[in-house]
């Protein structure tokens, strides 16, 4: 990569990206359901566990994302602007949408993202899309620096010649045009929602496997629900008064990921059923309930194993909707939405697996199993129905 720096006058005391507001948080106050942009955030969790190098992900404060790193060699960080574009035409990106401005008064995605260069850390970019590129673009999936990119130079030049016929005279605050943003600007084509959310749990099945302790599919499906709760909740907060929620670190990340790999095991060296017990005691329910709940868990637990009543497909479509009730009413008991005690949140639970149970499309007799799946949610350390600690 390279920096160019500001052509005239006295060094710049540009300040750091982790210390300066952003310019605008239109971010966080229009973000409602980005569900695209959340699945690509978590990624980038994801990465933290894997790569040293990336330090920091914040989300929606100078950009969609921003990944902070410190590269191998490198004794400055970088500041890599991630825009993520999910509402797309059902077209491939070309060099004219690039540079499109969408009023008069906006700016183009070119001219976006090359403004970010305004920081101390070095800038680098990214544009996330769903769709891939035209023949012209495609020099930019390749990663910067690479041989891969040394071998279409002639391809790049005829690109910074396009790009640069419509903005001639166009630098960041830091002196860097068009050249400098090709060099250090990456093209990742990640495809839909699907797709992203699928790579998201090989990545995660692959870490697991590396800890050596290999996940269950359910598993995997909720710790990657509580990451994209953590990413969506950053993006939520507001820089004032909650900078520190909008920078995920990655000494974080790697904490968090040390105490849910600790619970799933503390939960393997206890008999089926224990940590359910153990978590409905400690939420003062009384002892006919958890003795029915353990029950009630053990037979779903028969029930997955060995199908007698349910399709495969229903039993996987059902325990996705269990999960999901189950991490909106935690979410919101921690939020401090629901001021419920642990009898009384229990109680929410099961009533809920009752609505989920009487709705037309559901399988007959179902409620049993929606119950012991609740339940072995919770034995598995990712569900509790005590109040949370203020």
Same mark, same amino acid.
């Given at each position: 990569m390279s920096e160019t720096g500001v052509a005239q006058g006295q060094p710049v005391a540009w300040p750091s990206i982790n210390d300066a507001p952003p310019v605008e948080e239109g971010g966080p106050i229009a973000r409602k359901g980005f569900t695209y942009?959340?699945?690509?955030?978590?990624?980038?969790l994801l990465v933290m566990l894997e790569d040293p190098a990336l330090l920091r992900?914040?989300?929606?404060?100078?950009?969609?994302?921003?990944?902070v790193w410190l590269l191998e060699g490198q004794t400055d960080e970088?500041?890599?602007?991630v825009q993520v574009k999910a509402g797309e035409p059902d077209k491939l990106w070309s060099t004219a949408d690039l540079c499109r401005k969408p009023t008069k008064t906006t700016l183009s995605i070119f001219e976006a993202s090359l403004a970010r260069d305004r920081h101390k850390e070095i800038a680098l970019f990214r544009l996330v899309t769903l769709r891939p590129v035209v023949e012209a673009l495609s020099p930019l999936t390749y990663d910067c620096g690479s041989e891969a990119r040394a071998l279409?130079?002639?391809e790049l030049e005829t690109l910074r010649d396009e790009i640069e016929s419509k903005f001639p005279s166009l630098v960041s605050a830091k002196g860097n045009g068009c050249?400098?943003?090709?060099?250090?600007?990456?093209?990742?084509v990640r495809y839909d929602l699907a797709t992203a959310k699928n790579e998201n749990r090989r990545r995660l099945l692959q870490l697991s496997n590396l800890a050596g302790l290999p996940l269950l599919y359910e598993q995997i499906d909720q710790l990657l629900d509580e990451m994209r709760a953590w990413t969506k909740a950053a993006g939520d907060a507001k820089w004032v008064p909650d900078k520190a929620k909008k920078i995920i670190t990655r000494a974080q990340v790697l904490e968090w990921w040390q105490s849910k790999l600790a619970e799933i095991v503390d939960g393997k060296a206890e008999a089926s059923g224990g940590k359910l017990a153990a978590k409905m005691i400690a939420a003062d329910l009384p002892d006919e309930l958890v003795l029915l709940a353990v029950d009630l868990r053990r037979e779903y637990a028969a029930e997955v194993r060995?199908?007698?009543y349910m399709q495969a497909d229903s039993i996987g479509q059902m325990q996705a909707r269990v999960k999901s009730e189950a991490l909106t009413l935690r979410s919101r008991l921690v939020a401090g939405e629901l001021d419920l005690s642990g009898p009384a949140f229990h109680a929410l639970c099961l009533a809920k697996m009752d609505e989920i149970n009487a709705a037309p499309e559901a399988q007959?007799? !179902?409620?049993?199993? %929606?119950?012991?799946?609740?339940?072995?949610? !919770?034995?598995r350390c %990712?569900?509790?129905?005590?109040?949370?600690a203020k």
């Open positions: 942009q959340d699945e690509i955030a978590v990624s980038f992900v914040h989300c929606e404060t100078h950009d969609d994302l921003v990944l970088c500041a890599e602007f279409v130079a002639a050249q400098y943003w090709l060099e250090n600007c990456r093209w990742d060995t199908p007698r007959q007799g !179902a409620g049993a199993f %929606l119950k012991g799946c609740l339940y072995d949610i !919770a034995d %990712l569900l509790r129905f005590k109040r949370p």
